[in-house]
């Protein structure tokens, strides 16, 4: 079946420095491929999507490539923030959303 | 615009109680799903409402727990009897498309159930 495997937290970084949050996913068809953000006492927000094969997505300075061919969605951004410091969630909507079990990140000043 | 609310915020309960969750979804989105991510581990779907009809409950993960949504409006999820591997943290999310698919889904901030 469709599942999600991204990449285990905590992740802490220092401020400005480069993150990259893995994501692969396993899926039947053509999927769309999404980050979400969930911020702390806050529910889960949309980051980015991807609909198709080579897309990017981007958004708030983070992106992520849907690749096909690795079958990946891998989050990145140049330079983080303090404000960055969230838990980020990979998925894919087939039929229905299927979620990774999230990635926290640390971001310290 | 309101987005989508959940009540308790919180709960603690003991084990055997019953427990009932509350979500309202934005105004005018007739899609309400409900999840549950469960000790830290991936977000997972329960059921589908199309309006008051259930369009998919297949995650619901047994008979301990009802989901309602009468009239079509705000969602309520009873865990009766509650059992330990029940604490999690529920969340509720709403779309405005039919099928659930096309448009994106609004999640609210999620109860947080412990079961002791």
């Known amino acids: 079946g469709d599942s999600v495997t991204q990449m285990e937290g905590p992740v802490t970084l220092s401020e400005e420095a480069f993150l990259t949050i893995n994501c692969t996913y396993t899926?039947?068809?053509?999927?769309?491929l999404f980050w979400y953000v969930q911020y702390p006492g806050e529910g889960l927000q949309l980051l980015l999507k991807?609909?198709?094969?080579?897309d990017k997505g981007s958004n708030k300075g983070f992106e992520a490539t849907y690749r096909k061919e690795t079958t990946s969605f891998h989050l990145e951004k140049g330079s983080v923030q303090v404000s960055d410091s969230a838990v980020y969630f990979c998925?894919?909507?087939?039929?229905?959303?299927?979620f990774g079990s999230g990635t926290k990140l640390n971001v310290k000043p | 615009e309101a987005g989508v609310t959940q009540f308790p915020s919180h709960s603690v309960i003991e084990k055997g109680q019953t427990v009932t969750l509350r979500c309202d979804p934005i105004?005018?989105?007739?899609?309400l799903y409900w999840y549950r991510r469960v000790m830290g581990k991936e977000i997972k779907f329960l059921l589908h409402?199309?309006?008051?009809?259930?369009?998919?409950e297949s995650g619901m993960p047994n008979n301990r727990f009802l989901a309602e949504r009468t009239g079509g409006t705000y969602s309520t999820l009873k865990v009766q009897p509650a059992e330990l591997e029940d604490s999690g943290v529920y969340f509720c999310?709403?779309?405005?498309?039919?099928?659930?698919?096309?448009?994106?889904?609004?999640f609210g901030p999620g109860t947080r159930l412990t079961v002791l």
């Open positions: 999310a709403s779309s405005q498309d039919r099928t659930g698919l096309r448009n994106e889904q609004f």
């Open positions: 899926a039947t068809g053509y999927p769309s």
């Open positions: 991807a609909t198709k094969a080579d």
């Open positions: 998925a894919l909507r087939g039929n229905k959303f299927y």
């Open positions: 105004s005018g989105h007739d899609n």
């Open positions: 409402f199309v309006k008051e009809s259930k369009q998919d």
